[in-house]
């Protein structure tokens, strides 16, 4: 009887621990909607015209719209929104290699084959340099953590950052990444970080062959996936790290694969199996009915097993005289 007890006890905590644990330990906020406003013009004045277009079309004017929320609460989307949401969906192409005999421009307006620069594990960036809010998230945060990174940028990794908007400009390129070298130590090799741009040729071989889907809206106005692309020395495709926030760990692991030249699952792949987005509360919830059903489950076979075998024991026993 105390046997049963025990498995009872045991039972109720294997079952309810990870409920407690890690539903708001793995809760992740993604700001407020609010920050999602149009993006000035770069001389800072607009035509008569262009007034009256805001009046009558206030909320189209550089709306950028996060795939990886959007998608999660379709059911007040309209059908036309929706199909462009599936229409950027990232389609992951780990172990295939990127074309290396592509050329771009960096942000000192000088041409860059990426032969000449992926010959190391490389940190791929996909954003455009207008963007209002996710891309500039993403080249801030992965600034900030760098220093957090167990590797020396320039020896053991390089980080490309593209624009996919053909229509950036080498100078926009170049003031975009004198912002993030400000968050830079100065010890940072500032050559190991290239932010380019290209022509729409080169810039669709390059995001077809890393599964990268995007969507013009408008002029400087894109729906596109939130991703950081590792890549080994030979342009191997190594690892997609999900998100406008990355941590050093995650980051440094993705560094050591792609040394090693092996692909690894996705983060966002392991955690959509136990967590769904709320859009509601802009966290990551834990899927309690799924993983209860499937411990709940794990749980009883264990007990009927437990319960079997001690009465084959019990039928095996022979009566003493």
């Known amino acids: ?39 000035s013009k770069h001389n800072n004045v607009q035509t008569d015209a262009e007034q009256n277009h805001l009046k009558t079309e206030p909320e189209q004017e550089h709306k950028h719209v ?4 959007a998608n999660t609460d379709k059911s007040n989307t309209d059908p036309a929104q929706a199909n462009l949401f599936e229409s950027v969906i990232l389609e992951e192409r780990l172990g295939t290699k990127i074309p290396l005999d592509l050329s771009f421009v960096d942000e000192n307006g000088k041409p860059v084959k990426l032969s000449g620069f992926v010959d190391r594990p490389v940190l791929l960036q996909l954003v455009f340099y207008h963007c209002p809010q996710s ?37 926009i390129a170049s003031d975009t990444k004198s912002n993030y070298m400000n968050m830079m130590p100065d010890t940072f090799p500032k050559d190991e970080w290239k932010y380019l741009t290209g022509n729409l040729p080169e810039i669709n071989a390059l995001t077809s062959a890393t599964g990268f889907k995007f969507k013009r809206v408008e002029q400087h106005n894109f729906v596109h996936p939130n991703v950081l692309v590792v890549l080994a020395h030979d342009g191997t495709i190594i690892r997609y ?81």
């Open 66 to 69: 996060d795939v990886e929320h």
């Open 241 to 321: 790290l999900y998100g406008t926030e990355y941590l050093p760990f995650d980051v440094s692991m993705a560094i050591t694969e792609a040394a090693k030249g092996t692909p690894a699952i996705s983060i966002k792949k392991l955690l959509t199996f136990c967590f769904n987005y709320d859009p509601k509360g802009k966290k990551y919830v834990f899927k309690t009915l799924q993983v209860s059903g499937v411990m709940l489950l794990l749980v009883l076979s264990g007990f009927f097993f437990f319960v079997l075998r001690k009465g084959n024991k019990h039928n095996g026993k022979t009566p003493s005289d």
């Open 135 to 171: 891309c500039n998230m993403m080249m801030a945060n992965l600034a900030s953590i760098l220093k957090s990174v167990t590797f020396t940028p320039g020896k053991d990794y390089r980080i490309v950052t593209l624009s996919f908007d053909h229509e950036d400009t080498p100078a």
């Open 1 to 39: 009887m105390g046997r049963f007890f025990h498995l009872i006890i045991c039972s109720c905590f294997i079952l309810f621990y990870p409920l407690i644990i890690c539903s708001p330990a793995i809760s992740q906020d993604h700001g407020e909607d609010e920050h999602l406003k149009a993006e």
